[in-house]
């Protein structure tokens, strides 16, 4: 596990030599600073988890330098516990009003310090999950509610269309229909197994078993599955890779990434155009590629998609809906597999999308 940061401010020296050596011998990662100046410009550099933060120093006191920290938007969120020798009520509530969670009375005791660092540590990181648990929640309602009622409600009345002899059986149109309902059922299909992945993944149930895998076969399977959706627009999906070649890796979670990225190829991707699967090789990682002909994509999406945590959605090139959910299971389920995720992509001429898998 990576160990917390950990930022103290005081101007006495000795304070700061002392309270750093103790948390260091319990694995913390520290920093020092001996006045408010110097810890925020520490902070641009390297935001620590939590903050000991004296409150009697010269030109900045510390109550100026925790009420500047929550004005950040991106810090406001750091837990900051105070070092005092001042212990009169009004001193201690102007504290907590500037935006301190805590204090500890100078000279302080040693078990103490450790037990308010770790019990505020536990606190952010149970906030942070909170606040995401709720993200996500509010997200899969808005998923069920719109992205899931919207196919749904397309396959019911293409049934009552049939159903009710409005086409003739064996026709044209009939068959055209038939098609675009076996389309929908498996958008819906696929949506549904994001749904699920997504949501196991964000409550830690993903478990992966790494076998030596025959990629070239998988991803046979993969463009099996999306074989309806790539005819209906005229699509040509080849695979390239050598049927020989091996990858290290978890079958269900890889699955998964390759048929994400071959759906979402194919959503962008123009009728009669083209997606390929490639593969280059060297002595420790294979370089799995799916290359398409399609719409391509800024610098900043990809830039959004690699380091963020947001879901990025738009129409495909018939204005087909996602919901953003599939290239995030790609980046997450790449990294559990010991993988490295690559964007290439040109407006106008198409995107390449590379995993960086182990042998």
Not at 17 to 40: M, P, R
Not at 204 to 212: C, D
Not at 330 to 336: H, L, P, T, Y
Request: proline share 3%; with cysteine.
């Amino acid at each position: 596990m990576e160990s917390k940061h950990i930022l103290i401010v005081d101007d006495t020296l000795g304070n700061l030599q002392l309270t750093g050596k103790i948390l260091k011998e319990h694995g913390y990662q520290i920093s020092l600073a001996q006045d408010g100046f110097t810890a925020l410009k520490q902070m641009e550099q390297h935001e620590p988890q939590l903050i000991l933060l004296d409150i009697m120093m010269p030109d900045m006191d510390g109550l100026e330098v925790c009420r500047r920290i929550k004005a950040n938007e991106r810090w406001v969120d750091i837990p900051v516990i105070f070092l005092t020798a001042k212990t009169q009520t009004e001193d201690l509530v102007e504290g907590f009003n500037s935006g301190g969670v805590d204090y500890i009375t100078k000279p302080f005791n040693r078990e103490e310090l450790l037990v308010r660092v770790n019990n505020h540590l536990e606190l952010a990181d149970a906030r942070k999950k909170i606040i995401q648990l709720n993200k996500n929640r509010d997200k899969l309602y808005s998923i069920i509610a719109h992205d899931l009622r919207s196919p749904f409600n397309a396959i019911t009345q293409t049934f009552e269309a049939l159903t009710d002899g409005v086409l003739e059986c064996g026709s044209e149109v009939y068959f055209e229909i038939v098609e675009t309902l076996l389309s929908r059922v498996s958008e819906t299909r696929n949506l549904l197994d994001n749904l699920l992945n997504w949501t196991r993944s964000n409550t830690g149930k993903i478990e992966i078993a790494p076998n030596k895998l025959h990629i070239a076969i998988l991803i046979d399977d993969v463009i099996s599955l999306h074989s309806a959706l790539a005819q209906k627009k005229q699509i040509t999906v080849k695979n390239h890779i050598p049927i020989e070649r091996q990858v290290l890796c978890d079958e269900i979670t890889i699955h998964t990434v390759f048929r994400n990225l071959l759906a979402n190829a194919i959503k962008f991707t123009p009728e009669h155009g083209e997606i390929h699967f490639e593969s280059e090789w060297n002595t420790q990682t294979a370089h799995i590629k799916v290359r398409d002909t399609g719409l391509g994509m800024e610098k900043q999406v990809i830039e959004k998609i690699l380091n963020t945590e947001e879901a990025h959605t738009s129409q495909g090139t018939q204005n087909e809906m996602g919901t953003g959910l599939g290239l995030q299971l790609v980046k997450d389920f790449v990294s559990i597999n010991n993988g490295k995720l690559l964007i290439d992509s040109q407006l106008g001429v198409g995107t390449t999308f590379t995993m960086e898998l182990p042998l």
